[in-house]
């Protein structure tokens, strides 16, 4: 898995990785299992990233090419 571990901080729309994460703005992931707390998000549906502010944090949308 990219970044290793995952977390989500819900009031800010942030995933968060243990490990640089090495994704760029437009990069697809997709979740394989859930650990609970990100609601919205689903296994097996594809995200975009929109936004990559540091090496271990990124924003997704479900939408490609999504800025905000």
């Known amino acids: 898995a ?3 571990n995952w977390t989500f901080v819900s009031s800010t729309d942030t995933w ?3 490990v640089a994460h090495e994704l760029n703005v437009n ?3 997709v979740f ?3 650990g609970g707390g990100a ?3 689903s296994t ?3 995200y975009f990233v929109i936004s990559v502010p540091t090496t271990t944090t ?3 949308s479900s939408n490609c090419c ?3």
């Open 66 to 68: 999504k800025t905000s």
């Open 27 to 29: 990069d697809e992931i």
């Open 32 to 34: 394989t299992s859930s």
């Open 44 to 46: 097996g549906t594809i």
């Open 2 to 4: 990219k970044g290793g």
């Open 39 to 41: 609601t919205g998000y």
């Open 16 to 18: 968060t990785t243990s």
């Open 58 to 60: 990124l924003k997704l």
